[in-house]
């Protein structure tokens, strides 16, 4: 199993800027693509940002040039760096992790426990 906990979500003026950080654990895997999605009230859950193990990177158009994401492969935890939020951006956000085990190679999908972020007008 792997366990992920997020924090730093928070409530913030439009403008503003928030930091967001996920850490994975568990022994036996290896974390492969991380990412952030983020669901808001009566609307779907939707990519916000994914980065692989490489640091390639991937991100929602609506998101672009404000957020950004990286990681830490050796403490398994992604970050996302959030500016210039708009209240649209208001939402509960997911952390997300692929990862292989090691003994059989099957991937598994994981998901945090959603930290809340709210952007005020």
């Known amino acids: 199993q792997v366990q992920l906990v997020e924090s730093g979500g928070g409530l913030v003026q439009a403008g503003g800027s928030l930091r967001l950080s996920c850490a994975a654990s568990?022994?036996?895997?290896?974390?492969?693509?991380m990412g952030w999605y983020r669901q808001a009230p009566g609307k779907q859950r939707e990519l916000v940002a994914a980065?692989?193990?490489?640091?390639?990177?991937n991100y929602a158009d609506s998101v672009k040039g404000r957020f950004t994401i990286s990681r830490d492969n050796a403490k398994n935890t992604v970050y996302l760096q959030m500016n210039s939020l708009k209240p649209e951006d208001t939402a509960v956000y997911y952390c997300?992790?692929?990862?292989?085990?090691?003994?059989?190679?099957?991937?598994?999908?994981?998901w945090g426990q959603g930290t809340q972020v709210t952007v005020s007008s």
């Open positions: 997300n992790a692929d990862a292989t085990r090691w003994l059989t190679r099957r991937q598994y999908d994981y």
């Open positions: 568990g022994s036996g895997f290896s974390i492969n693509t």
């Open positions: 980065i692989t193990r490489g640091g390639s990177t």
